[in-house]
């Protein structure tokens, strides 16, 4: 009803206070919710920054050692979660996740997966490729604020591993680092694994909506991969799982850490690879669903941290829109005020309306 013709009705009123105590309900609960995820201090284990690298246990010693492989956790937080706990109770040294760290990429999602991969309490270093879901329409520069460079390399124990940005196909900064790093590092090492986000193969898959398309550079990576002897080459993209020798190279596709799955026959995993003096041996770690009632768990979190919460954070300009909550509640309450049947809050904004017709010229409209 407008405002020349008088107030609103009793069922508007009653829905607008209805609206307007489950928007303050909600409010409070995600904030109640997200202060428990920011007591957790930014973790320094995670990305490819130089922090990563100082949690490695005993890189320059001669031992066998065990890591895992984890591919597109997207939204699937608690299978993520369980991930995480499974590496810390096998012995994982430290972990590479294969990109598509979460669907919807802005700071809120990243805010909250960084708080979540913190309350998992895995003790080792994480590094991570980034892949398309982390840069939409090729922009990285969030990804590279949270975690550091998309290509990156390390060795461990004699042993050396190399991530590469092959999300958007292979850029030209991944081409040039791909090459000088396997030609200038590879020979002074005992063993090598890559770390991408693409198969580098047109993967066989049953009614996915994947897009397995190699580029020609796909196919010239792969020759470089069997030029310099890589042992193994991960990587995620396909919600599922493929192991496949190419040219005396393994490939191995793993993306089961939380993404919804592309295949009836696909499950929730991940991967590990033992190495020692006498090769490297890799094994997939099945995980299990999660439950209905972990389900609806999951998805309120989500909501509530992840999409109001962490929304309001990271953009405090938004705590300003609170302010509308006084003028609609004064048009929830009815009664009283103004001339019979208009309610205080529209009263309000009458007077509002006529304040500021005195003080401008010509009709406001």
Same mark, same amino acid.
Request: proline fraction near 6%.
């Given at each position: 009803?407008?405002?020349?013709?008088?107030?609103?009705?009793? @069922?508007?009123?009653?829905?607008?206070?209805?609206?307007?105590?489950?928007?303050?309900?909600?409010?409070?609960?995600?904030?109640?919710?997200?202060?428990?995820?920011?007591?957790?201090?930014? *973790?320094? =284990?995670?990305?490819?920054?130089?922090?990563?690298?100082?949690? @490695?246990?005993?890189?320059?010693?001669? #031992? !066998?050692?065990?890591?895992?492989?984890?591919?597109?956790?997207?939204?699937?937080?608690?299978?993520?979660?369980?991930? @995480?706990?499974?590496?810390?109770?096998?012995?994982?040294?430290?972990?590479?996740?294969?990109?598509?760290?979460?669907?919807?990429?802005?700071?809120? !999602?990243?805010? %909250?997966? @960084?708080?979540?991969?913190?309350?998992?309490?895995? *003790?080792?270093?994480?590094?991570?490729?980034?892949? =398309?879901?982390?840069?939409?329409?090729?922009?990285?520069?969030?990804?590279?604020?949270?975690? +550091?460079?998309? =290509?990156?390399?390390?060795?461990?124990?004699?042993?050396?591993?190399? /991530?590469?940005? =092959?999300?958007? +196909?292979?850029?030209?900064?991944?081409?040039? %680092?791909?090459?000088?790093?396997?030609?200038?590092?590879?020979? /002074?090492?005992?063993?090598?694994?890559?770390?991408?986000?693409?198969? %580098?193969?047109?993967?066989?898959?049953? #009614?996915?909506?994947?897009?397995?398309? *190699?580029?020609?550079?796909?196919?010239?990576?792969?020759?470089?991969? !069997?030029?310099?002897?890589?042992?193994?080459?991960?990587?995620?993209?396909?919600?599922?799982?493929?192991?496949?020798?190419?040219?005396?190279?393994?490939?191995?596709?793993?993306?089961?850490?939380?993404?919804?799955?592309?295949?009836?026959?696909?499950?929730?995993?991940?991967?590990?690879?033992?190495?020692?003096?006498?090769?490297?041996?890799?094994?997939?770690?099945?995980?299990?669903?999660?439950?209905?009632?972990?389900?609806?768990?999951?998805?309120?979190?989500?909501? &509530?941290?992840?999409?109001?919460?962490?929304?309001?954070?990271?953009?405090? /300009?938004?705590?300003?829109? &609170?302010?509308?909550?006084?003028?609609?509640? &004064?048009?929830?309450?009815?009664? #009283?005020?103004?001339?019979?049947?208009?309610?205080? #809050?529209?009263?309000?904004?009458?007077? &509002?309306?006529? !304040?500021?017709?005195?003080?401008?010229?010509? *009709?406001?409209?």
């Amino acid at each position: 009803m407008s405002l020349r013709t008088g107030g609103w009705s009793g @069922l508007a009123r009653w829905a607008l206070r209805v609206v307007l105590a489950l928007s303050a309900a909600v409010l409070v609960a995600s904030h109640a919710w997200g202060y428990k995820h920011l007591r957790l201090s930014r *973790p320094r =284990n995670i990305g490819n920054l130089p922090s990563s690298l100082l949690q @490695l246990p005993d890189p320059g010693g001669s #031992g !066998a050692y065990r890591f895992a492989v984890i591919g597109d956790p997207e939204d699937g937080i608690e299978v993520f979660e369980r991930s @995480l706990v499974a590496m810390k109770e096998r012995g994982c040294a430290f972990a590479v996740i294969c990109g598509d760290l979460v669907k919807e990429p802005d700071a809120a !999602a990243y805010d %909250f997966f @960084l708080s979540e991969f913190a309350e998992g309490d895995f *003790p080792g270093p994480v590094f991570t490729v980034i892949g =398309n879901h982390d840069a939409p329409r090729g922009d990285d520069r969030l990804f590279r604020t949270h975690f +550091g460079s998309p =290509n990156f390399v390390f060795e461990f124990r004699g042993d050396l591993f190399v /991530g590469i940005d =092959n999300a958007r +196909g292979m850029t030209e900064e991944s081409k040039r %680092f791909l090459e000088e790093t396997l030609r200038e590092k590879r020979p /002074g090492t005992r063993r090598a694994f890559v770390f991408a986000h693409c198969p %580098f193969f047109r993967v066989a898959h049953h #009614g996915t909506k994947m897009e397995p398309t *190699p580029t020609a550079w796909f196919v010239e990576a792969e020759r470089l991969f !069997a030029r310099h002897r890589v042992d193994a080459v991960f990587a995620g993209h396909l919600h599922g799982y493929r192991r496949e020798v190419r040219d005396g190279v393994l490939h191995v596709v793993t993306g089961g850490a939380g993404g919804w799955l592309d295949e009836p026959e696909a499950f929730n995993h991940y991967v590990e690879v033992e190495v020692d003096g006498e090769g490297a041996r890799d094994e997939i770690v099945p995980l299990a669903p999660i439950s209905s009632g972990e389900r609806i768990e999951q998805t309120a979190e989500k909501i &509530l941290v992840r999409y109001v919460f962490f929304t309001f954070w990271t953009r405090p /300009g938004m705590y300003l829109l &609170l302010l509308l909550f006084v003028p609609l509640y &004064l048009l929830s309450r009815g009664g #009283g005020g103004g001339r019979r049947g208009t309610s205080p #809050g529209v009263s309000a904004l009458r007077g &509002l309306r006529h !304040a500021l017709a005195g003080r401008f010229s010509g *009709p406001i409209t």
